[in-house]
């Protein structure tokens, strides 16, 4: 018999919910992991909405059912994987809740982390549970601040991140600007932006696109909620045929009453391919906004890797691939630049420096964080 694979327990949003960077990394680990997923809740209390009923009922429903594990005749999970919904509080704020929650995941999880290699949560929710088990090798994989998301408990997830940053034996933080963050905990972080899957993306897929279009077709896909700019969206609405592709999360009034904004809903990750292969131009308009500061937008190479133009406002992530794509901040030059753009072919100075891509897979991003999660790498 060969050796046991290590295992691996994550924290995360639900699992196949959306493709997450912690998603990505985990199908890249396992071949060479066992990997316990747990899913989570957040710290914003549902609301009346029936997106929200909906998604309460699928959590309640997942607290009841067994785990769905890697070899059921039924499963489409992955090999190795173990997805896990052990029941907890929606709610952190208070102490009760969140000595509650510890006690429920202490409760359902304490063998499965005592035995990992490592531990690793993209929300600090669990740091509760790490005092409880200080002896695990706990891991930081910081993918937003978490704490400027619209709706979200600021002041609990302020709380939680302070003491989980001060017992991680280990963070890794998706952009420069959480480091810095991080570095006001008193706590330095490892830099693990996030990758592509070429296999997924490349070779772009080729454009078939019937006679000339009236206006140009501008595409984003992501969460629409109020992280985007109102008055690029409604310039791109008014000038162009803009599309935005994606679950809908509390997005402005202004940008969902209007009937120019085609909200078509979200689509799964293996048809984005094709959704690209309708447009004209990606889209990137967020907000200058302290969450937006502090993103590293998982859209950005998978814009890139498509081909196509892409024009984006001027976000701190986006910085680094500035020769590869356009980068407006006013909304008319922002339109503009779009309405030029789906004119013409992407310049060739744009394509050469998108040659980077090829060492930005998630296969190679993978690589380093197993590195850094391994019980023998040295905390930096």
């Given at each position: ?12 949003d639900d ?11 985990v199908r ?209 609405a008014e ?142």
């Amino acid at each position: 018999m060969g050796a046991e694979l290590p295992h691996l327990v994550v924290f995360a949003d639900d699992w196949g919910r959306h493709p997450s960077s912690a998603q990505h990394l985990v199908r890249e680990l396992l071949p060479r992991w066992k990997v316990d997923w747990i899913n989570t809740v957040g710290t914003r209390r549902p609301s009346l909405s029936l997106a929200d009923a909906k998604r309460v009922a699928a959590k309640l429903a997942s607290w009841v059912r067994p785990s769905e594990r890697e070899n059921s005749a039924d499963s489409s999970l992955p090999g190795n994987l173990t997805v896990h919904s052990p029941a907890h509080w929606p709610g952190f704020g208070a102490g009760w809740e969140r000595t509650l929650n510890a006690a429920l995941f202490d409760r359902a999880l304490r063998p499965m982390i005592e035995r990992a290699e490592a531990v690793v949560a993209t929300a600090p929710i669990v740091a509760d549970l790490a005092a409880r088990v200080p002896t695990a090798n706990w891991v930081y994989y910081c993918v937003d601040d978490l704490s400027e998301w619209p709706g979200l408990d600021a002041q609990a997830l302020r709380a939680l991140e302070r003491d989980f940053v001060a017992r991680a034996k280990r963070i890794i933080a998706v952009s420069e600007h959480l480091r810095a963050r991080l570095g006001t905990m008193g706590r330095e972080s490892e830099l693990l932006t996030h990758g592509f899957d070429p296999s997924h993306w490349s070779p772009p897929p080729p454009r078939e696109h019937s006679g000339e279009r009236e206006k140009a077709v501008a595409v984003f896909w992501g969460a629409i909620d109020r992280r985007l700019d109102v008055a690029i969206v409604e310039k791109l609405a008014e000038l162009c045929d803009l599309r935005l592709i994606g679950p809908e999360q509390d997005p402005d009034p202004r940008i969902a009453s209007n009937p120019r904004v085609q909200r078509p809903g979200a689509v799964p990750y293996a048809e984005l391919p094709r959704v690209a292969n309708e447009a004209d131009v990606l889209v990137m308009p967020y907000a200058d906004l302290p969450v937006t500061r502090a993103m590293q937008p998982l859209k950005l190479k998978e814009y890139l890797a498509t081909g196509l133009p892409v024009v984006a406002t001027s976000l701190p992530a986006n910085l680094e691939w500035a020769d590869a794509l356009d980068l407006v901040d006013e909304p008319v030059a922002f339109v503009r630049r779009v309405i030029e753009r789906a004119a013409a072919a992407l310049p060739a100075s744009q394509a050469r420096a998108r040659q980077r891509l090829a060492g930005e897979t998630w296969a190679a991003k993978a690589r380093q964080f197993e590195r850094w999660i391994r019980r023998s790498e040295p905390a930096g």
